[in-house]
């Protein structure tokens, strides 16, 4: 069993400094006494936990938040089914790289041609995490396949013989139409995916409307692509700007880092890096208060600490 440190619910984010460090965990020691070490996270709220990661804009970090979320909750020792509903752009395989482990989807459980426990992947490296593709790339969303069938598949996920899972991620395509509808449409909580850009905050705050319209009234941001450096330059919106744009409590930060792409294209989740990676620990953060229906008051620092504590951006 791979050690679970560090899994971490601090109260303060640590987001810097912006150049790789060579030996990361000696620059966090002073944020290491501020971490948690001894416990699991306690698992509120009914099983099995139905969250959608949306975002309305396309390319924000649904999917990586997805597979690193999901990969978290797995070595934190909860089970999870995470649900590629992009059904055109499907790549939730390839961030896993389970790629050629997708021998049947969702497609042909409905035709009556496999079992859903088939069409389940198993994860390589947790097997308390599997994946299940709705379609073969490329192709079109199935005639018929809307909100009701993607209900039904989360009911069949619930009713297995080995029982639920304690939480199923559905991976939401971008915009608002059909493909959208279906993937909130079983969803009881929502994670809202957005950069502090202003279309994607535009977007952001559509969605919100339409969750709370489908009656989600849970739903939580993740707040993606942050650069510090830009921050304080003014030449991007602070992580407190974002918060009082949408009004939405707050689950995760995660900063603009290049191991992201890298894992992506390892087919490698981030949050399995050792050592993890800054964006890793804010997934892994991120998941910590999603198991406890908890959000975070963020306190942003950006260069190691001096001798009279933190240089903050915000506190709350
Ligand atoms: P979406 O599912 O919303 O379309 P993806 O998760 O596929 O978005 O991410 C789009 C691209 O952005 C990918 O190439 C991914 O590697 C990159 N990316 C996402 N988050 C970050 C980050 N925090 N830092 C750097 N690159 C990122
Ligand atoms: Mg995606």
Known sequence: MICLQPITKPSVLYLGPRKPLKKPFKSLTPIHSLLQYNRKPQLAGETPRVVVITSGKGGVGKTTTTANIGLSLARLGFSAVAIDADVGLRNLDLLLGLENRVNYTVVEVLNGDCRLDQALVRDKRWSNFELLCISKPRSKLPLGFGGKALTWLVEALKNREEGAPDFILIDCPAGIDAGFITAITPANEAVLVTTPDITSLRDADRVTGLLECDGIRDIKMIVN????????????MSVLDVQEMLGLPLLGVIPEDSEVIRSTNRGYPLVLNKPPALAGLAFEQAAW????????????VEEEPKKRGFFSFFGG
């Open 225 to 236: 692509r942050v650069r510090t450096d830009m921050i304080k330059g003014e030449d991007m």
């Open 289 to 300: 208060r999603l198991v406890e229906q908890d959000s975070m008051k963020a306190v942003m």
